[in-house]
């Protein structure tokens, strides 16, 4: 059973000894239970009931509730201890999380005997010194602790992951930058820190080369150019590209609420994110991309909805918080082992990144969404737009008819009720993903086949406005049940989800007239597959 008030974690891990030694350094009024993973305590059911992911940290509330993901955590015990967490911070958890954690991994997890593969370190190294480095100069702006004078949630975000990186003595060491160095060092040096790190230390240290030289001064310091070194634009503009599952969410979300900010297409196909002025404003180069005014600019998707939800009125919980930061660190990177390849035709993992959907994201996404439509609840959140814009790059993907009916209804709720979806951007992503959809998928599949089977029946006794409840020229999934039970079938809910699959050809998660009349042009494929299921059910009777 969970103990209220309590930090589930192991002492080695970089991703759960941040919230430890911010509970510690600011005397926050939780106990730290160590969690063995080595020997999978994890799995036990009772921390499985407080985390379905089962992974640490994992923070139990004194009301017994569970907080998973370590940037959810900081941002939670900030709120306690009173620290102000603005848009630069949430830029920096989100980087750490999506950018700054990989690099990191595709060293330490080799080095320190984790896994991972050795091949994977002078890539790490290679993006640290590329990507890692430059950002973290601009972050630190010359300060001692990304912080300021003293350290926030960001320094404990990040420093305990380059622990693991430098203080084992990595290939990566030797080339640090001294900024790094210097800002490592500060860190571990403040307040409690050096007993905490003590176990970590340990055991990195173990790990350590024989010529490792720990008075290595590192590299020349790193110079970041003036903001703006180049035109300047105008502020309160997010630069998007309309196709891509991070951007579309934060431009849904303005056109919705009606946000008084410019959206502006960056045309990352001819490289246009590599201008001066716009690396000057996100170092990273990448969108979206939030300009809050003249040389300011925040990056990272989730930072940017968080930005939008303050402006909207949106308070977040910690649910919500945990779902964006899982986003982020769980689900997309199983997304895009599938839609890399399928929409874009980068490498990827197909069969693997199909595995992780079923094992990990399905039933994440199940607890979040409980018996509701959105994690929002009755209606869309902050974290909607984070996740489903994403999920909606899967339809033309070898995933897709095998998800979960609840994941597509999920993202056919989202659509329906975010009405910018089928137009301008959305409507973008919508063409670009249904002109990959493989010619083999257009036609009904046997499971497809039965559900219009029903629908025939139906439609017999039951005309389209009889269908449309609501009068609004479309028949939604929860209409389309209502129609069945009222004309005597009870079906499970994937049969509706397969419905709408096939007909709706627009893309809104509903069915218009004009769609349902095109059901008379599967006749032939219906008709075809009918006579191979009837064959396969006779031969399985005479078994």
């Avoid at 480095?133 to 305990?160: C, Q, R, S």
């Avoid at 056109?255 to 990352?268: F, G, H």
């Avoid at 990177?333 to 693997?352: N, Q, R, S, T």
């Amino acid at each position: 059973m969970a103990t209220p008030s309590a930090l589930y974690t192991h002492p080695v891990s970089g991703n759960g000894l941040g919230p430890a030694l911010y509970i510690k350094e600011k005397g926050l009024p939780y106990t730290e239970e160590f969690m063995d993973i080595m020997a999978g305590a994890q799995m036990a059911d009772w921390f499985v009931a407080l985390n379905p992911n089962h992974a640490i940290p994992t923070l139990c509330t004194k009301d017994g509730e569970g907080v998973w993901e370590s940037s959810a955590i900081l941002r939670k015990l900030a709120g306690e201890a009173g620290e102000e967490v603005t848009d630069k911070t949430n830029t920096m958890l989100d980087w750490r999380t999506t950018t700054f954690y990989k690099h990191t991994a595709n060293i330490y997890l080799s080095h320190l005997g984790f896994g991972g593969s050795a091949d994977t370190v002078p890539e790490g190294v290679k993006g640290m010194k590329e990507v890692v480095e430059p950002a973290m100069a601009a972050f630190l702006g010359g300060k001692t602790f990304l912080g300021g004078d003293v350290p926030n949630i960001n320094d404990y975000h990040i420093v305990p992951v380059l622990n693991m990186v430098l203080n084992g003595g990595s290939e990566y060491y030797s080339v640090a930058s001294s900024t790094i160095l210097d800002y490592w060092r500060a860190f571990k040096a403040y307040g409690s820190h050096a007993e905490g790190f003590a176990a970590q230390d340990g055991y990195t240290a173990s790990k350590r080369p024989a010529d490792f030289d720990e008075a290595f001064a590192g590299t020349a310091a790193l110079t970041v150019p003036d903001a703006y070194a180049g035109d300047v634009k105008p502020s309160a503009t997010l630069y998007q590209f309309p196709i891509s599952g991070n951007s579309l969410g934060p431009t849904l979300y303005i056109q919705e609420k009606r946000l008084p900010i410019k959206v502006e297409t960056m045309n990352i196909a001819d490289g246009s994110q590599m201008a001066d002025w716009f690396v000057a404003l996100n170092p990273n180069h990448a969108i979206p991309t939030l300009a809050t005014e003249p040389g300011v600019g925040m990056w990272e998707s989730g930072a940017i909805l968080r930005n939008l939800a303050a402006a909207a009125g949106e308070e977040l919980s910690d649910k919500v918080n945990m779902a964006m930061d899982w986003r982020q660190a769980g689900f997309y990177p199983i997304v895009a082992k599938i839609y890399l390849p399928a929409c874009f035709g980068m490498p990827g993992d197909v069969a693997e990144g199909i595995k992780g959907m079923k094992e990990k994201v399905e039933p994440v996404l199940a607890h979040f969404l409980g018996a509701n439509p959105f994690i929002g609840g009755s209606s869309p959140c902050v974290a909607d737009y984070h996740i489903v814009p994403v999920l909606n790059m899967l339809v033309s993907s070898e995933y897709w008819p095998q998800a979960s009916s609840q994941l597509v209804a999920y993202v056919s709720n989202f659509k329906r009720a975010v009405g910018s979806y089928g137009t301008g951007e959305g409507f973008a992503q919508e063409s670009f993903m249904k002109s990959k959809i493989p010619t083999s998928r257009l036609a009904p599949n046997p499971r497809q086949v039965k559900a219009l089977e029903f629908l025939k029946k139906v439609l017999l006794t039951t005309s389209f406005a009889q269908l449309d409840l609501d009068h609004d020229g479309v028949v939604s999934e929860a209409e389309l049940r209502a129609g069945f039970v009222g004309a005597g079938f009870d079906l499970p809910d994937e049969c509706f989800a397969d419905i709408i699959s096939v007909l709706d050809t627009d893309g809104d998660g509903a069915i218009s007239l004009k769609e349902l009349s095109v059901l008379s042009g599967h006749v032939n494929e219906i008709a075809q597959l009918e006579a191979q299921l009837a064959k396969a059910e006779l031969a399985q009777s005479k078994k």
